[in-house]
């Protein structure tokens, strides 16, 4: 009931953000008369904020055009490589006219970054994505919103995103050879699983696996978000916060975590930040601060974009990463594609190198919950495996901003290329280069 609430509550201010937006053009622009009435451009400051707290946020594009490789500009071609019912493996394929740059962009390693699914889209990993291809071949997770997969395409849990990165992780190894695997924030614990499988089966598994702000252990440190997962039933989360999406949507009747309650939740955590930020918003506009007024539409754009998450998914992921902490506990069991049931092994992964980066300032995965993935992949040579702690950042810090850029990414890159041949012991297999 809920959901249908919000959605008649949305539906309901649409008009009236449409208004807004219209009001505020017609006060700002300088051919109306209105432009012309006393306080014209705090009434245009105030009708836009109106329009941006009342207007619905889609879906943003990654809209990485080009990016710069040795002064020479590349064109971005986003192109879908495999497309699940749940999720999308989008790739960036890079092109240039210029020679020496082609041949370098062939030459470097294939990056599969999987992107969280907690609550934004994967488009949150933008600066992430653009950085990385300037040496990298780029591929990403793109998260379906729960509420646009019919119920006809079934069920989606825990286990079946752990199948997803097996399969995306042997696509491009079926193009490549092998690749390297870089997760942010919740995927930590997915993917070390997939690995672990892959690894337990006697695959060949990436050559490298960057694990980044993630709760590998949400015991250690445990902030705000780890204690609300800890000290809640599961029962209490399925009876709060799951909900049926309603008629209008293609999910109809699918229970999911609704997008609305998460953003709710992000607020909720920082509410004076929000509200300074959307003042200052204002402030900039009367002031005609083009550029301010620009940074925060841009981040406040992909801040309120927010998807649904099925709900087998978010519960699973609750009881077994903050609840039963299955992971580190040893007792984490995964059903495959096939219906097999396996035991999740860390300590099977041998030939992977491995990374932990961590904020200084995180809020979200706190100090040594990402550190911890070390202890549990006691497989993994010490002279294989790194950790960095990025002083000064906070979560989004790790993987955007002006910190990523300067700390965190140098270290990754020198991470990659320093494990980009496979370690001795593992399969090898013919790649086939391609920018």
Known sequence: MLYQLYESQRSLMEPFADFAQSAAKAFNNPLSPMAHLPQAQRMAAGYALMHRLGKDYEKPEFGIRTVGVDGVNVAIHERVEVDKPFCELRRFKRFTDDAATLTKLKNQPVVLIVAPLSGHYATLLRDTVRTMLKDHKVYITDWKNARLVPLSEGEFHLDDYVNYVQEFIRHIQAEYGNCHVMSVCQPTVPVLAAVSLMASRGETTPLTMTMMGGPIDARKSPTAVNNLAMNKSHSWFENNVIFRVPSNFPGAGRRVYPGFLQHSGFVAMNP?????????????????????????RQFYDEYNAVLDMDADYYLETIRTVFQDFSLVQGTWDVKGVDGAIERVKPQDIKTTALMSVEGELDDISGSGQTEAVHE???????????????????????FSGRRWRDIVYPAVKTFILDHNTPAKGDRKKTARSAA
């Open 376 to 398: 549990i992949c006691s497989g993994v040579p010490k002279a294989r495996q790194h950790h960095l702690e990025a002083k000064g950042a906070g979560h989004y810090g790790i």
């Open 272 to 296: 004076q930040h929000h509200a300074k930020s959307h003042y200052d918003y204002f402030q900039h506009l009367i002031k005609g601060d083009d550029t301010s007024a620009e940074a925060h």
